[in-house]
């Protein structure tokens, strides 16, 4: 396959209010424009073969800020977008747990037969998140792709391309604003950098 740039879209309001935020279609903050910005110029050397970003403006936005001077083509792709939660969308954890408390306990276990009323399953989100992967086959070994989506995509991603159970969904921490690359090769994979955001630390970007 390829050198994978895996990044986090860039903070929201509800990422902000610890809110579930899924299917719903809502755009970055002003924080989040400033930390796709600061991403932007720590990637500027970068050449990117292709870009593909899930649909949702979050991260189409955070696509086309990162991709500003690179002349490389966004492919919009709805198996990226986030897990749709139904009627919990714009919930807090702590509300989901008072008006649906086994849904929560299911939340916590990441159990199996997670399914989100008036949403999606675990199981169902994980396939169609998994249809992306045809096509990064349809790539050269040599090609380095940027891929911009979400964290529950990215987790469900990083888990089947290192050969790793879905159980441990959990175990990656991806910020927002976050570069994760992964190479990936005919017999083996490699996780060359996770949720890094050294470059949120820095100064402000070169714009402000």
Known sequence: MARLFLVRHGITDHNSSHKFLGHTDVELSDEGFRQVEKLRDRMVKEK????????????????????????????????????????TESLTYGEIKQRYPELAEAISNLSPELSFPGGESLQGFITRTLKFLDRLEERSPEQRILIVAHGGPMRTLLCDLLGVGQNYWRTFRLDNASLSIVDTYPQRTILSLLNDTSHLKTGPSQEE
């Not at 403006?57 to 991709?67: L, P, Q």
């Open 48 to 87: 990117f073969d292709v870009i593909y970003s899930s649909d949702l403006k979050r991260a189409r936005s955070t696509a086309e800020v990162i991709s500003a001077g690179h002349n490389t083509e966004i492919i919009s792709c709805s198996e990226l977008r986030e897990i749709n939660y139904g009627e």
